[in-house]
């Protein structure tokens, strides 16, 4: 081969390292892969798949009992359910091995549905125990700017709250972590319609910020209008995932599923 050749040839080679394969489509941002879970001999979570690109809100949805608390209780790697197989990835990191405190570490925030507001502790004192270790997300200032109410009661004992407010702080404490990925169950259980109103306004503060969130709620309605997909689960198998408009404008999907 002579120089001239052996030039063109380095040439295409260096094109080619540079320039990005059209096929290979990038990997989420957050993925599961045939996921099975277990409470004892019970099998619940039955090869649920699916991913979930960054910035993205998912309503994870289904009827009582389908298996929706228990997926993302599978993703936050709690000791319940137990997984058997398949795999968990966030931002290139596979999680599946790792427990719940170490999932934690990498950016995953479970916010579940009893908030787990620490009785005996100020406001205050729940966000900056929420920073204790390593690696922290969002100052104080930073959360109270966005939490004016939080800032106002940062005195008063969490669990005095009211169950808005304590959603509130549920949301903020999560951000107090390096998040990457928020896992909301049921935000709007228990709540008065008033109170649904300003949570709704939060978490679409939440999605303003860009930040890739689950969110597991009754109230399907109110969950579609926040995300940009939808995730409906049935006896823990994902029966359907597309935008969260096809739900809204197919009655008969929603009935099915949904019983709306």
Known sequence: MNQLDQAKLASAMEEQIMSPVEDQAAPAFFSVTDIHAYYGESYIVQGVSFAVQEGEIIALLGRNGAGKTSTLRTIAR??????????????GEALHERKAHEAAQSGIQLVPEDRRIIQGLTVEENLILAQVAEPIGWELDRIYAHFP???????????????????????????????????????????????????????????????????????AIAALNLADRALILDMGQIVFDGTAQEVLDDADLRQQYLAI
């Open 149 to 219: 109410r939080l800032a106002e009661r940062r005195k008063q004992e969490g669990v005095t709250l009211s169950g808005g407010e304590q959603q509130m702080l549920a949301v903020a404490r999560a951000l107090a972590r390096d998040l990457k990925l928020l896992l909301l169950d049921e935000p709007y259980e228990g709540l008065a319609p008033t109170i649904v109103h300003e949570i709704e306004k939060i978490l679409m503060e939440v999605k303003e910020m860009g930040i890739t969130t689950i969110v597991v709620e009754q109230n």
């Open 78 to 91: 709690t000791d319940t359910p137990e997984l058997q197989s398949g795999e968990i990835w966030l931002n």
